[in-house]
């Protein structure tokens, strides 16, 4: 009995055992130890290389063999982690990067996470057993299998939003840039105390559009104390808006101009300014960000902040041809367009 639990126990510390714990323990970087594991010692020490495989030895690290898949790109397969995908600026995202990645001889995996870490976490661990190149997580969420994927340094690219726990490959717009447009625009037309409509749930993206915006106002003389602002719970943009929308206007009446931080958010407050036979935009010009292609069919009405989605591909491959080859990435800032 007692050598059954002992041999259990060993099997689990096995398990446990990770370039990291070897890096730990012996004082070196993670990329050192992987380099010896994989045979290529040259650019370490005599000693460190010895230091290395007596701690491989002594803690029973084994390779992988999915992370060895994923480092030497054995697939050919690259996996999109995205929210939602019946919003519009998820799918075009998702539409560039698709092809991009086709160009290059890759196959796309799509999986919806509808903003669920728990689902997030499911969809990491199966394209993992997949065997995938790497990641594309678009307005990725924390979670803890994101930090796991993380730690193992698999080959991430974040888009639209920012990594949640810090650093990492990044392809999106400047949000806060795009907030501050958004007033110089409000401001042109002479709208001189404009609101704003969020979600209550704000992530960076969005929260940074608002703040940009604010920021923007402040700096050309509107006080901050009447600048109005409203948000809603749920994940549904368009839901969002019209609550959002419905609050601003109990709580002080229709303003002048509203940004709608996504155009699905301006959606949902033009519902309910046709509801409240409010003509947009003669009586309140929304602004939204996206730039949504439907909006010339559905929403002449909308003035947008466009995001060019049809070039993020490119810049994602891009990303992705770094981590692979171990080269350092940046956070790449595709240049939005401000309304006409």
């Known amino acids: ?5 002992t041999a259990k126990a060993g099997k689990l510390r096995q398990e446990a055992v990770s370039l990291a714990t070897v890096a730990r323990e012996t004082g070196v970087s993670m990329s050192t130890v992987s380099r010896i594991v994989n045979g290529k010692s040259g650019r370490a020490s005599a000693e460190t290389v010895a230091r290395v495989a007596a701690a491989i030895e002594r803690l029973g690290y084994r390779p992988n063999p999915v992370g060895r898949a994923l480092r030497r790109r054995a697939s050919r397969v690259v996996a999109m982690l995205a929210p939602n995908l019946d919003n519009p600026a998820m799918a075009a995202i998702a539409v560039s990067t698709e092809a ?5 001889g890759y196959v796309m995996i799509l999986c919806d996470t509808h903003d669920r870490p728990e689902l997030q976490d499911d969809y990491l661990q199966a394209m993992r057993d997949q065997f995938v190149a790497g990641y594309v997580m678009v307005s990725a969420v924390r979670s803890r299998g994101l930090e796991q994927a993380l730690g193992r340094g698999d080959p991430i690219v974040f888009v639209a939003r920012r990594n949640p726990l810090g650093g990492g490959a990044y392809v999106g717009i400047d ?3 795009a907030g501050a447009d958004a007033a110089d625009f409000m401001l042109a037309q002479g709208i001189e105390r404009p609101a704003v409509l969020m979600a209550a749930q704000n992530i960076s993206s969005t929260a940074e ?12 003389g509107v006080p901050e ?3 109005r602002r409203a948000s809603a719970p749920g994940l549904s943009h368009i839901e969002i808006g019209y609550a959002a929308a419905r609050m601003l206007v109990g709580e002080g009446g229709w303003p002048r101009g509203v940004l709608c931080v996504s155009d699905l958010i301006a959606y949902g407050a033009y519902r309910l300014a046709v509801e409240s036979h409010l003509e947009i935009p003669r009586d309140c010009r929304l602004v939204g960000v996206d730039g949504n292609a439907l909006n010339r069919w559905i929403a002449p009405w909308l003035s947008s902040i466009r995001i060019p989605y049809e070039s993020f591909g490119g810049h994602v491959l891009e990303q992705l041809r770094l981590l692979w080859s171990g080269a350092a990435t940046a956070e ?8 006409p």
Do not use: K
Not at 1 to 5: E, P
């Open 225 to 227: 104390s009447e600048i």
């Open 209 to 220: 559009r608002a703040a940009g915006f604010v920021a923007r106002l402040v700096a050309r």
């Open 100 to 104: 991009a990645l086709r160009a290059a």
């Open 332 to 339: 790449i800032h595709v240049p939005h367009e401000a309304p």
């Open 1 to 5: 009995m007692a050598s059954g639990t």
């Open 175 to 177: 949000n806060r840039a």
